[in-house]
């Protein structure tokens, strides 16, 4: 069985940094799209960023500028550097991989808060 797991979230203040790294472990064959997605309470789910297997990368207009996404296929791995963090970043933040056979996966979500 195909799991994701996320680690690196926390809390930080205003300006700081982290990274986010989602890792894949089980029977994968092919993973196509990854993507990071966040949860603020009281809203919809929205992606941050996303990336294809050709490294063709996507952003939120509210990122642009300060978050990366990127991946290791040989590691099977998804990471997002977030950098100059802002209150309204706060959020859980979710890993989505889309991969063969297993289709579309999330992460279990690792929450991010950004507070002085």
């Known amino acids: 069985q195909v799991q994701l797991v996320e680690s690196g979230g926390g809390l930080v203040q205003p300006g700081g940094s982290l990274r986010l790294s989602c890792a894949a472990s089980?029977?994968?064959?092919?993973?196509?799209?990854m993507g990071w997605y966040r949860q603020a309470p009281g809203k919809q789910r929205e992606l941050v960023a996303s990336?294809?297997?050709?490294?063709?990368?996507n952003y939120a207009d509210s990122v642009k500028g300060r978050f990366t996404i990127s991946r290791d296929n040989a590691k099977n791995t998804l990471y997002l550097q977030m950098n100059n963090l802002k209150p309204e970043d706060t959020a859980v933040y979710y890993c989505?991989?889309?991969?063969?056979?297993?289709?579309?996966?999330w992460g279990q979500g690792t929450q991010v808060t950004v507070a002085s």
């Open positions: 990336i294809t297997r050709g490294a063709t990368t």
């Open positions: 089980g029977r994968i064959f092919t993973i196509y799209d």
């Open positions: 989505k991989m889309i991969m063969t056979p297993q289709g579309a996966l």
